[in-house]
């Protein structure tokens, strides 16, 4: 199973809107509305944003949006503030009954 | 609150074997699917493998299949990860994750990792 293809890095300035996107295939994210977004600081354990395609757990801001279309999710970040900046990863469930992440986006605030 | 602790983590020598562990409290351990995911310091997540809330179902990666395997005692609120046949390229720290729910995807809580490093 390859993962998922994601940009190595976006950036924007605070209270700018930036968005992520994460490609699979019809195996994966095209498949399924399994997709799944994780917020990494340096040194801490990833923090689920977006379940099940757009879906935010209790607690994430309304700022933190997921979409989907086709083998192709995103996530977009509204009102960029510094405490945004991280490493941000998908994860998609996929047709062998297994669960690939992409490679990782490094989000910049300027 | 909901807590997950790994443990288990150290240094072996390529070919060897270990066992991580994961303690689970906070919630219904014996009603939620399990997963472990690993990352090489300095580099991405890597899905390794889920079981089913009862045991029941497992799946793991290609990278690890044969050599890794997932377990659970929900007697005990705890998962394991047996690592056999170790390499080099296994060197990581090892996350155990709670599924959000037993149908769709999300893990909302995970452990703070623990570290496997093999080398000769």
């Known amino acids: 199973q390859s993962a998922l293809n994601q940009p190595a890095s976006v950036s924007g300035s605070p209270g700018q809107s930036i968005t992520i996107s994460c490609t699979g295939t019809?195996?994966?994210?095209?498949?399924?509305?399994?997709v799944s977004w994780y917020q990494q600081h340096p040194g801490k354990a990833p923090k689920l944003m977006i379940y099940?395609?757009?879906n935010r757990p209790s607690g994430i801001s309304n700022r933190f949006s997921g979409s989907k279309s086709g083998n192709t999710a995103s996530l977009t970040v509204s009102g960029l503030q510094a405490e945004d900046e991280a490493v941000y990863y998908c994860?998609?469930?996929?047709?062998?009954?297994?669960?690939?992440f992409g490679g990782g986006t490094k989000l910049t605030v300027l | 609150q909901v807590q997950l602790v790994e443990s288990g983590g150290g240094v072996v020598q390529p070919g060897t074997s270990l066992r991580l562990s994961c303690a689970a409290s906070?919630?219904?351990?014996?009603?939620?699917?399990m997963h472990w995911v690993r990352q090489v310091p300095g580099k991405g997540l890597e899905w390794v493998a889920i079981?089913?809330?009862?045991?029941?179902?497992?799946y793991s990666a290609d990278s690890v299949q044969g050599r890794f395997t997932i377990s659970r005692d929900n007697s005990k609120n705890t998962l394991y990860l047996q690592l056999n046949s170790l390499r080099v390229e296994d060197t990581a720290l090892y996350y155990c994750?709670?599924?959000?729910?037993?149908?769709?995807?999300?893990?909302?809580?995970w452990g703070q990792g623990t570290l496997v490093t093999v080398s000769s």
């Open positions: 994750a709670k599924a959000r729910a037993n149908y769709g995807g999300g893990n909302d809580c």
């Open positions: 079981i089913s809330y009862d045991g029941n179902h497992i």
């Open positions: 019809s195996s994966d994210i095209g498949g399924y509305n399994f």
């Open positions: 099940d395609v757009s």
């Open positions: 994860n998609s469930y996929t047709s062998s009954s297994t669960w690939v």
């Open positions: 906070g919630f219904t351990f014996s009603t939620y699917a």
